[in-house]
């Protein structure tokens, strides 16, 4: 059974400051999704990421995959207040078309 | 636009009713995703379907059924809905598997209150 760990679950960082919130997984997997969630909204597609070394940047986050360890990262450059919100990891299985999410990352960014 | 509705956003129902939920896309998409999310946590899978005419039972599908007669639609029934506090119901589709990219979009969600 596939599963995904996000850590931190809740992070707390000041604005300017850089972080990075990790994703593993337990099986072997070469595509993964992240996601953001504002509060009392819907899912919003962040990163597609597709093969091992992929790395994807939009802004102040950037996104990479590591196939042969399992893992992802999410970092944040230079954090604003705007990024505050729940990121979601998501691994592709063997279980058809389903993904399995990871817990979430409850980021709050403080002025 | 291309895109996935959910309708209502709000739904009230007492205790013990039947309540269904809408959900379509315009995507053209095969596969369609039912999810539950309780306050202050992650998405639980409650229903999927790869292909109309079939859909297969998630990890809490007890107490929920789904139809896929049409690509578009993959309407959910809450079956005698128990009172919990809300929750937030999320449709979502993707090309459908063997496609290479299993890239979820989320319609804009549906938040059922049980009184």
């Known amino acids: 059974e596939l599963k995904v760990e996000q850590n931190p679950l809740f992070l707390s960082m000041q604005e300017g400051k850089n972080y990075t919130i990790y994703c593993n997984y337990s099986?072997?997997?070469?595509?993964l999704y992240w996601y953001r969630q504002d509060p009392g909204k819907s899912l919003e597609s962040l990163f597609v990421?597709?093969?091992?070394?992929a790395v994807k940047q939009e802004g102040r986050l950037m996104a990479s995959l590591d196939t042969k360890a399992r893992l992802s990262t999410l970092h944040i450059t230079a954090a604003v207040h705007d990024l505050s919100a729940t990121y979601f990891c998501?691994?592709?299985?063997?279980?058809?078309?389903?993904?399995?999410f990871g817990e979430g990352t409850q980021l709050t960014v403080n002025p | 636009d291309g895109g996935i509705t959910q309708s209502p956003k709000y739904l009230f129902r007492k205790e013990g009713q039947n309540v269904t939920l809408s959900c379509e896309q315009n995507l053209n998409h095969d596969a369609m995703y039912w999810y539950r999310q309780d306050p202050g946590q992650g998405l639980r899978l409650i229903y999927y379907s790869q292909i109309v005419n079939d859909f297969q039972k998630g990890d809490i599908a007890e107490g929920y059924s789904v139809s896929r007669e049409k690509k578009e639609s993959f309407p959910l029934t809450v079956t005698s809905a128990q009172k919990n506090p809300p929750a937030f119901y999320l449709c979502?589709?993707?090309?459908?598997w063997g496609q290479g990219n299993n890239e979820q979009f989320f319609g804009p969600g549906t938040r059922l209150t049980v009184l």
């Open positions: 099986t072997t997997s070469d595509r």
């Open positions: 998501a691994v592709d299985g063997t279980s058809g078309s389903r993904l399995t």
């Open positions: 979502a589709s993707s090309l459908g």
């Open positions: 990421l597709l093969s091992n070394g």
